[in-house]
């Protein structure tokens, strides 16, 4: 049981994140196609490249380079201006390519760690804009750890869900007609199998309306 909820709660919120993403997020491939992340033709190749790109809350940036070649890290403007690698903001990543979505707004600042090449040019800088979405579901965009942000569009899901659902969902249930079961009664209802369904679809309906 507490199984199926969590997987209405994580289909819900990725149906969420997916309406949003198609109305607002942008990927964006950092210096462009050909370029891409590397060590640029000339020190102000990434502060030109920025200024022609539009940046929000929700983007991705995808930083294509050779593997092996080079990293991303955000570091803070003191560590972009001196390109220390000393204390990074984020993790360092060396897969390539690396994606990082924009989590907040205002400046981030984002170099190569490998030894020159910050030195050389190979630093990001960019200014962020808010969101136009009108929810923060972005947050959980990654399925991978979705488990822990989940709760604020459940209970947005969830509320309206259980209007339409209740009268579906007590005649195969059996139970006691007339007993307005709350949001949460109805999740923990022992006939999961048939009406965890009938949920997750109601759910996912009410998302979808949510997010329109
Ligand atoms: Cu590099």
């Not at 991705?60 to 070649?69: K, T």
């Not at 990082?100 to 960019?126: D, F, M, P």
């Amino acid at each position: 049981m507490a199984g199926n909820k969590k997987v209405v709660v994580l289909l819900a919120a990725a149906i969420f994140s997916a309406v949003v993403g198609i109305c607002s997020a942008a990927t964006i491939t950092v210096g462009g196609d050909t370029t891409g992340w590397t060590i640029p033709p000339s020190q102000s190749f990434y502060t030109t490249w920025a200024s022609k790109q539009k940046f929000k809350v929700g983007d991705s940036l995808v930083f294509p380079f050779q593997a092996g070649m080079h990293t991303v890290a955000e570091v803070s403007k003191a560590a972009y201006d001196s390109c220390s690698t000393a204390n990074p903001l984020s993790a360092v990543l060396a897969t390539a390519p690396a994606n990082i979505t924009i989590r907040t707004a205002g400046t981030h600042y984002y170099i190569c760690t490998v030894t020159g090449h910050c030195s050389n040019g190979q630093k990001l800088a960019i200014v962020a804009a808010a969101s136009s979405a009108p929810a923060p579901a972005p947050k959980s965009s990654k399925p991978k750890k979705a488990a822990s942000p989940a709760p604020a569009p459940s209970t947005t899901a969830a509320a309206p869900a259980s209007t339409p659902t209740v009268p579906a969902a007590k005649a195969p249930a059996g139970s006691t007609p007339g007993t307005a079961a709350p949001p949460s009664g109805n999740f923990a209802a022992p006939s999961a199998a048939g009406f965890g369904f009938l949920g997750l679809i109601s759910v996912a309906a009410a998302a979808a309306l949510l997010g329109v």
